[in-house]
């Protein structure tokens, strides 16, 4: 694809249930990152995959949050056991290399009610 | 602890006049500088990028310094018109150049009035 993409573009989950985010970054990129955004606050990061590795996972709340990306392609975002703090966007960004600029998909907006 | 700072208050300034935003970090050193615009529900977006051994770098009516002794990056909007009002960003790379992660300033809103 053109551009960065993520799925769903928004997700309500009830309390307790897992979710599964997903990110399809542009084609030959290898670096990955997560973030998450909370209503009017910055971004926060979650983890960075370079190829399907993860150096650096020091951003992830909880051990409810996982991620994975097969293929140095395809990343998706695990959150089990939703808590209603959880509520945010989630973004996903890709690079050609990690010290070039970072294109950003839509996000995904999840709300746990 | 390490910080990337951004003047959380928003900056509004008049059409015309030139707008400055600042980023400052801490117990960082990184060998980039990024600076990304945000509009309300989407994600960001990549305005340009300067090296450690580059002091100014312009794009357009974008203008970004980076002074690696005070530890902070300056970014400039000349002319500035009512559609650059938005949430910037700047980003470094934490750790290796080559393997770092980005992380993100808390950003700063722009107002453009008419």
């Known amino acids: 694809g053109a551009g960065v993409s993520q799925s769903p573009s928004n997700k309500v989950t009830e309390k307790g249930k897992d979710v599964e985010l997903r990110c399809d970054p542009i084609s030959g990129h290898t670096a990955l990152y997560w973030y998450r955004q909370s209503l009017g606050q910055g971004l926060e990061f979650l983890i960075y995959?370079?190829?399907?590795?993860?150096?650096?996972k020091s951003g992830l709340p909880s051990d409810r949050f996982s991620a994975e990306r097969t293929g140095g392609s395809v990343s998706t975002l695990t959150i089990q056991r939703t808590q209603q703090e959880d509520s945010a966007v989630y973004l996903c960004?890709?690079?050609?290399?990690?010290?070039?600029?970072?294109?950003f998909g839509q996000g995904t907006r999840l709300t746990v009610v | 602890s390490q910080k990337i700072e951004q003047n959380s208050e928003a900056l509004n300034i008049q059409e015309g006049k030139t707008a400055t935003l600042t980023c400052n970090y801490t117990n960082y050193s990184p060998a980039y500088l990024q600076w990304y615009r945000q509009d309300p529900g989407r994600g960001p977006v990549f305005l340009l990028l300067?090296?450690?051994?580059?002091k100014e770098k312009r794009k357009e009516r974008l203008k970004v310094t980076f002074d690696t002794t005070l530890k902070q990056s300056l970014f400039h909007i000349t002319a500035s018109q009512p559609a650059d009002s938005a949430t910037y960003l700047c980003a470094l790379i934490h750790g290796s150049s080559n393997t770092g992660k980005l992380i993100f300033g808390q950003g700063t809103t722009l107002q453009v009035k008419p």
């Open positions: 995959f370079q190829g399907n590795s993860a150096p650096d």
């Open positions: 960004a890709s690079s050609r290399e990690a010290t070039t600029e970072a294109f």
């Open positions: 300067i090296r450690e051994n580059e």
